[in-house]
Each structure stands twice: as structure tokens, then as C-alpha cells.
């Protein structure tokens, strides 16, 4: 992956504009320096389709909001779901409240300027796209699908983009409404939150090659440094899982019941791969949401380490480089949320105004 750094480079017209968007923010000054950029996806409010990029400077410590307007002169077009980073584009995962401006929008990962738009065509669809993940200079896309009169997804999908030409190629069927995404060896694996399964598309022909049975709502997936897959599911209690790459076996599943608590399927891994942090919600009344880690060397605590315990909690992601951990806050949908940063150790680095629901992070580094 190429890197770039944001901020270093001469204000052009576009940097003028968004430094007006800067908002000002909190931090000790014992915070740790970094650099590069973080590119916030701000989800937007589901019937206004006002979706949003911001971009944050760790070092300056100052957040540019509504980022993707400033640079193209209008939103990207609906709710943004999230944003994949390959070779210094950005692919930008966008739903549209009917389904009919689904789409994933290519820009440069630098300044957000747009090259094109990739849309449903005569022989394949974006409907309802998730998480991407590139293999074979291709990118494919995790794709609900249309709901049928019981509000289920029946016909779920990978979208499959050639980057050589930015053209949509082709649609694999797979398990109902397929999550989070990724390549490992030559393979890429996808959860599927709603058949309980993880599908395997060997990226050379196309086509599923294996399917491994979960427990329920499997959702994000990070990797070890083994090659080994964790997944969160979700039954009612939180389910941490292992799958052995080597074999495509489940190898480790670990139920975490905390107060009746339940997981968003968020999930994040330190720089090292040996910590694993992910986000549970309370039981009903209470309003908290919390984050907890767990080290997966010596796997594992009768209970995870809680990390973080707070109102509103929306998105988590984790700095490759210095391990870092963002957290969006979306207290409504329909006003600004809040991104804060801290350190491995819990303590908080800076506090920075962002767009409606921030609730994905992507990092460009030097």
C-alpha cells in the first residue's frame, strides 16, 4: 500500500477550504507524536442519504469534516458503510435508502479526489455493499442483496470489481447477508452474518470452494499472525471464534456472557496481532456500550479486559502502526458525532468533533 501524508503537502484551494472545517480538540501533552492520516467514514442518517469522509491529522491533532464535499463539491450520495484502501484509492462502500444508488465510489486516498463511480450493470448488481477486500487486482465487495417481504436477504452476494479498469465483472452467490471480508493466502474469506457460515472464493476461478458452519451471526473477521481467522458471532451472548486457515476448521470457540451483554460484530487487532478488541453492548435499560480486550497468545481469560465503557459507542479501529485505538460516538442520527483517540493503555489522547455517525476507521501512513 502506498502511503501519504495529508497535511505535510502545500495548501492548494481544497486545503484552505477544509482548515475552515477544523475543529479544535483535547489532548494531554504527554500524547505520543504519529503520522499519516485517518480517514473517518461517517454513516449519515439512513432517509437523508447524508453520508460523509472526514479526515483527522493525528499529529496536528485536527479533524477536517464533511472532507469528500470540499474536494467534489457534493456528498458522496448516500449512507457511507465503509471505506477500503488499496494502492492509494479509496473505495467507499455507498447505500442508498431504496437500494437503487448503491454503488462504490473510487477516489484518491490522498485528497479524496473522485475518479469514478462503479454501479449495478445489465449482468451484475451493488446492492446493499459492506466491506471490500482486494485479491488478484480485484476488488470484492460484500453485498446484502434485495430484501424479499419478510425483510430477510435471500440472495446475498461478492461483487467483484477488476481495478485494472474499474469495471463490475461478475456476482458470487453466497451465504445471507455477508459481512466482513478478507484474503488470506491466496483465499478470501467472507462472513456471513444471517446463514451462519464463512464462505472461501478462491480468487483465481470466482467460485466458492468450501463453506465452514459458525455459530450464529458471524460478522467482522481480523487475522493473526499464524493466518488463523477470529470472528465475532453473536447468539445472544458474545462469541469469540478461531479458524484454523491450514484446514478451514474451527479450532476455538469462546462464549463471553457478561451481564446478558451482545456484540455489534466490531472488531479490531493490535499491530502485533496478539490483542483482539471488540465492542458489546449493555442489556437494556442501561444505555453503555463497552469495549473489551483479549489477548489471543495464551488464549484465553475467563473474561475479556474491559477497555473502554461509555454512551453511544458506534466505531472502533485499530492504528496498524502504533496501535493507536479510534472509537466513533454516534449519540443520534441526525447531529454531529464524536471521534476519540487513545492509547494501547486506555489513556485518551484527543477528542475531535466528526460528521453523523462515525462508525469506521482506514489509515494512511508514512
Known amino acids: 500500500m502506498q502511503s501519504f501524508s495529508l497535511f505535510k503537502r502545500p495548501l492548494s484551494g ?11 480538540c483535547k489532548q494531554p501533552d504527554n500524547a505520543p507524536p504519529i503520522t499519516g492520516t485517518v480517514l473517518v467514514t461517517n454513516e449519515g442518517n439512513f432517509s437523508q442519504g447524508n453520508g460523509e469522509v472526514s479526515l483527522l491529522n493525528p499529529q496536528t491533532r485536527e479533524i477536517a469534516n464533511a472532507a469528500y464535499t470540499a474536494r467534489n463539491g457534493g456528498l458522496p450520495g448516500g449512507l457511507v458503510q465503509s471505506l477500503t484502501i488499496h494502492n492509494g484509492k479509496a473505495y467507499i462502500a455507498v447505500g442508498s435508502s431504496n437500494n437503487t444508488n448503491d454503488k462504490i465510489e473510487i477516489v484518491e486516498a490522498n485528497n479524496l479526489q473522485k475518479i469514478t463511480s462503479v454501479t449495478s450493470n445489465a449482468t451484475s448488481k451493488i446492492i446493499i455493499p459492506r466491506y471490500a477486500a482486494v485479491a488478484n487486482n480485484k476488488l470484492y ?31 458470487i452467490s453466497v451465504g445471507s447477508r455477508p459481512e466482513g471480508i478478507v484474503v488470506v493466502q491466496d483465499k478470501i474469506y467472507v462472513a456471513n452474518q444471517k446463514a451462519n457460515t464463512v464462505s472461501i472464493i478462491n480468487p483465481s476461478t470466482d467460485a466458492v470452494e468450501t463453506t465452514i458452519n459458525t455459530p450464529k451471526n458471524p460478522t467482522q473477521i481480523v487475522v493473526d499472525t499464524e493466518n488463523n481467522l477470529w470472528v465475532m458471532c453473536n447468539d445472544g451472548n458474545g462469541k469469540l471464534i478461531k479458524i484454523d486457515t491450514k484446514t478451514n476448521t474451527l479450532a476455538i470457540e469462546q462464549t463471553y456472557a457478561l451481564s446478558t451483554f451482545s456484540t455489534n460484530g466490531k472488531i479490531g487487532i493490535s499491530p502485533d496481532k496478539k490483542k483482539i478488541y471488540f465492542v458489546a453492548s449493555e442489556a437494556f435499560p442501561s444505555k453503555k456500550t463497552n469495549i473489551y480486550s483479549v489477548d489471543i497468545t495464551n488464549f484465553i481469560p475467563a473474561n475479556p479486559v474491559l477497555f473502554l465503557s461509555a454512551e453511544s459507542i458506534y466505531g472502533l479501529g485499530i492504528d496498524p502502526n502504533d496501535g493507536s485505538v479510534y472509537v466513533g460516538f454516534a449519540p443520534s442520527f441526525s447531529g454531529a458525532g464524536t471521534v476519540k483517540r487513545y492509547q494501547a493503555d486506555a489513556t485518551e489522547v484527543s477528542t475531535h468533533t466528526a460528521g453523523i455517525a462515525p462508525n469506521g476507521f482506514a489509515f494512511l501512513n508514512q
Not at 481544497?14 to 479544535?24: D, E, P, S
Not at 460484500?142 to 463490475?168: C, E, K, Q
Open 14 to 24: 481544497f486545503f484552505i477550504l477544509v482548515l475552515l472545517a477544523f475543529n479544535a
Open 141 to 171: 465487495v460484500s453485498n446484502w442483496g434485495n430484501y424479499d417481504a419478510s425483510f430477510n436477504s435471500p440472495n446475498s452476494f461478492i461483487a467483484v470489481i477488476d481495478l485494472s479498469n474499474n469495471t463490475l465483472i461478475k456476482n
